[in-house]
């Protein structure tokens, strides 16, 4: 079961947007619409702030949103702000009740 | 607001074996997969495992003969049960709560060292 593929580190400035993708494959990102994203500051547990692809949770800022592309899914801040700077994680169900993550991508705002 | 806590030693020894808590509060265990997932320092998260209230559950093949996920769900909590530890398996282990396409509420981990 290999990992997702997700850039190391983006940056931003603020005000501007970015875009993270993870990457996958036909078993998992391509073949279902059940990817989510979590943001992790430094010491904390990871928060949930899209599932199903492109859903957000109740609380989560409109600025944030997902969509999803064959094999890969995209992660987009607009109108970054300083607090966004974080780690980034995305996730996809991977069929037969399993899971897998991407390796996080650290979120740096200039 | 459902909450989940986890407790368990913070040093194992290595080749012994690991066994966690997550205690749920504020909700019920008869809905949603209860999963582990754990964080190696400086590293990113990899899923572990999840339990449903049935009974079912399933592992990441790259732990799964070592890892055995277990529940009393009248008591509301579920176990984290990992044999054979090493170095390699030192990490902040998280439960959380989700379902198909999200982990929607996470404990706030629990730091486990592998060391003699």
């Known amino acids: 079961q290999s990992g997702l593929t997700q850039p190391r580190s983006v940056s931003g400035s603020p005000g501007q947007s970015v875009t993270i993708s993870c990457t996958g494959t036909?078993?998992?990102?391509?073949?279902?619409?059940?990817v989510s994203w979590y943001q992790q500051y430094p010491g904390k547990a990871p928060k949930l702030m899209i599932y199903d692809v492109s859903k957000r949770p109740s609380g989560v800022p409109d600025r944030f949103s997902g969509s999803k592309s064959g094999n890969r899914a995209s992660l987009t801040i607009s109108g970054l702000q300083a607090e966004d700077e974080a780690d980034y994680y995305c996730?996809?169900?991977?069929?037969?009740?399993?899971?897998?993550f991407g390796g996080g991508t650290k979120l740096s705002v200039l | 607001q459902v909450q989940l806590q986890e407790s368990g030693p913070g040093l194992v020894k290595p080749s012994e074996s690991l066994s966690l808590i997550c205690t749920v509060s504020g909700g019920s265990m008869s809905s949603h997969y209860w999963s582990w997932i754990r964080q190696a320092p400086g590293k990113g998260l990899e899923w572990i495992g999840y339990f449903y209230h049935s009974g079912n559950t399933n592992y990441n093949p790259s732990l799964k003969s070592r890892v055995t996920l277990s529940a009393d769900t009248s008591k509301n909590q579920f176990f984290l049960k990992m044999h054979y530890m090493t170095a390699a398996d030192t990490a902040v282990y998280y439960c959380?709560?989700?379902?198909?396409?999200?982990?929607?509420?996470w404990g706030q981990g629990t730091l486990v060292t592998v060391s003699s």
């Open positions: 959380a709560r989700g379902w198909f396409g999200e982990l929607d509420s």
């Open positions: 036909s078993n998992n990102v391509g073949a279902y619409s059940y």
């Open positions: 996730c996809s169900y991977a069929g037969s009740y399993t899971w897998v």
